[in-house]
C-alpha cells in the first residue's frame, strides 16, 4: 500500500449567521440576532470541543497550515469572540507559524477598529464578499450594501499595509450587461488586490433562485462571450489566473486554503454544515460532514455523517478538483493523495490521451486547450 504520508490540514470553520438570506447562497446560514450573544459564544465554545473530536480520528500530531473563517458571515459576530477562538485553537493543535489565516467580511458589517482586532488576533487575509460595483446588479443579488459601501471597505483595507485581500466579484447576474461586467473587473483591478475570485452566478436549486428562475437570467452562449472578455482583461491588467475562478497579482498571492482543496489535500472542517477530508489512524481517507441544526450542534452533536471514500470516488473527486489548477499534474502527486497506483487508471488515461484531452510525459499530465473546452467530458472518463 502506498503511504499517505501527509499530516498537514487545512481547518475551516464555519460561522453560520447572516443578516438576511440572499437569494442565489445555498451555504447554511441563520438569521443573525443582536441579542442573541449568548448562542454566539455557546457556538464558539462547540466549534472547540468539535476540534478536539476531530483528532479522535486524525490523531494529536497534525499541523494546521491554513485557516479560513468562512459563512455566513463572520465579520457579524464580536471579533474578540474570533480572537479567542483562534487563540484556544492554538492550544489544542499545532498550527504553523506562518499559517495564512483567511476571513470572510461582508461590506456592511466591517469597521476600522474590527480589522485592528482581527490583525491583533492574528489573522492576515481577508475576503471580501464585493459581488459587483453596480447598485442595480447588487440590488438583483438581494444584497444589502451598496457600491459605495463596498469601496468604503476595500479602502478601509487598503488603507493598512501588507494585507493579502481577495475580492469576490460574479458575473452572471441576472439582467447585467457585458459592459456592466466588465466594469465589475475593471473596477475590481482599480483597487489592486492580491487576488480575486470571480464566480460565475451559480442557479442552486434550494435557494430562492433555484425555485424562483430570474426572468433575465443570462443564456450560455453570453456567459461565455463575458467569460472570454473577462479573461482578457484581467491577462491585460497584469492578473495571473491559477485556476478557473481566481486570479492573482503575483505567484505567491494564491489562496492556500483553496489550493489545498483543489489539491486534494487534508483538511478538519468544524461548525454547523461544514465539511471535512482526514486521513483515521488506519490510513483511510475519510468524508466527515457536520450537523446542520445548530441546537443539536451546541449541545455536543457535531457529526452528521463519517464516510470512507472508495476508490472509485477517491479518483474522481482527485481530477475534478485538481484539473481546476492550471498546471502539470505529477503521477506521483497522485499516488501520494490518494493511496492508488496510476496502473490502476491506466485505462481512463489512456481514453482521455486517445480524445486529444491530456498529454503526458513519464512523470505528469497536462490538460490540452481541447481538455480545456470539454472538461466536462473529460470528467465523465473518470466516473
Ligand atoms: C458563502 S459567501 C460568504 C461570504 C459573505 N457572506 C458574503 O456573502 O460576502 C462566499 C462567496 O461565495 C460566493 N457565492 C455564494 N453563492 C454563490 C452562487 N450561487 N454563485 C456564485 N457565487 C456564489 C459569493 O461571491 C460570496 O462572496
Ligand atoms: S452570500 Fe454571504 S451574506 Fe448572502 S446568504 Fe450567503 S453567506 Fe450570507
Known sequence: MINLNNNCYSLYIHIPWCLKKCPYCDFYSLRFLKNKKIIQNQYINSLLLDLKSDLLYTGHDICIENIFLGGGTPSLIN????????SEIKNIVHVKKESEITIEINPSSISEKNILTYIKSGINRFSLGIQSFNNSSLKSLGRLHTAEDAINAIRMFNKKKKL????????????QTLKNACDDIYQAISFKPNHISWYQLTIEKNTIFGQYPPKDLLNDDFLWKIFIQGEKIFKKA????YEISSF??????????????????NYLGIGCSAHGKLIDLNGNIIRTVKNYNIKQYIKGSFLLSKKKILNNEKIFEFFLNRLRVYNKIYKKE?????GINVAHIDSFIKKALKLGYLQQNNDFWILTTKGHLFLNDLLEIFI
Open 164 to 175: 493579502k485581500i481577495n475580492l469576490d466579484i460574479i458575473y452572471g447576474i441576472p439582467g
Open 79 to 86: 471579533p474578540k469572540l474570533i480572537s479567542y477562538l483562534l
Open 334 to 338: 497522485f499516488m501520494n493523495k490518494t
Open 248 to 265: 492573482i497579482r503575483n505567484q505567491n498571492d494564491k489562496c492556500k486554503h483553496n489550493l489545498n482543496y483543489w489539491y486534494f489535500g
Open 238 to 241: 497584469k492578473y495571473m489566473q
